[in-house]
């Protein structure tokens, strides 16, 4: 016996009456926009909780706290390196916590990440000609990928975040508003050459 699809139609009209109704009640109270970049929103919480868990991976865990505190530093560097609002930076991560304090240092510079996949070669190659980048925010795996690819390759972990030191871990004032942009997220279309989406 075959498969047989059904039009769209045909199952919208196989919910039930009970079934609608309640999608329409989940749907009924919409939350209020919030007009805040989602660092200060990051900052609120660690006022709020600094030692509640922000973020738990296999290389172990960080409260808000450390977070904040690991991002504000590296946000102080990217800022050294010239960093300022908008502008585009890679960031190439296995599954880490240092990911998103690589991140969020980003937002806190007032720039705008692109997360970049770690293979293939060509695909990470094409991206950055497009985006070109003068800092590539890495781990220590994939660091060797980004040689000669951009005037600053920062390896992010827990060395690089202890060799910035805690006299950079102040929050940095930097001009940025929600309308800022926040990241670029490359797709590949039917010809299979990363576009943004």
């Not at 600053?152 to 508003?177: F, M, N, S, W, Y």
Request: proline share 7%.
């Amino acid at each position: 016996m075959g498969l047989v699809e059904a039009a769209p139609d045909e199952v919208a009209n196989e919910a039930s009456s009970a079934d609608l109704e309640q999608i329409r009640k989940w749907n009924q109270f919409v939350p209020p926009a919030i007009e805040a970049c989602v660092h200060h929103l990051i900052e609120e919480k660690v006022r709020d909780q600094p030692n509640a868990e922000a973020v738990r991976s296999r290389e172990g865990a960080l409260t808000y706290g450390d977070l904040d505190s690991y991002a504000n530093g590296l946000a102080s560097h990217l800022v050294h390196h010239g960093i300022k609002p908008e502008d585009i930076i890679p960031v190439c991560f296995e599954k880490s916590m240092w990911t998103v304090v690589a991140m969020l240092a980003v937002l806190k510079a007032g720039a705008a990440f692109v997360p970049i996949p770690c293979s293939p070669v060509q695909r990470v190659k094409t991206i950055l000609s497009l985006i070109r980048p003068s800092v590539i925010l890495t781990s220590t795996q994939q660091a060797a990928v980004f040689a000669n690819m951009s005037e600053h390759v920062i390896v992010v972990g827990q060395t690089c975040c202890d060799e910035i030191g805690a006299a950079k871990r102040e929050p940095l004032r930097v001009d940025v508003r929600p309308n800022n942009l926040a990241y670029i997220l490359f797709t590949s279309g039917s010809t299979g050459i990363p576009k943004v989406s």
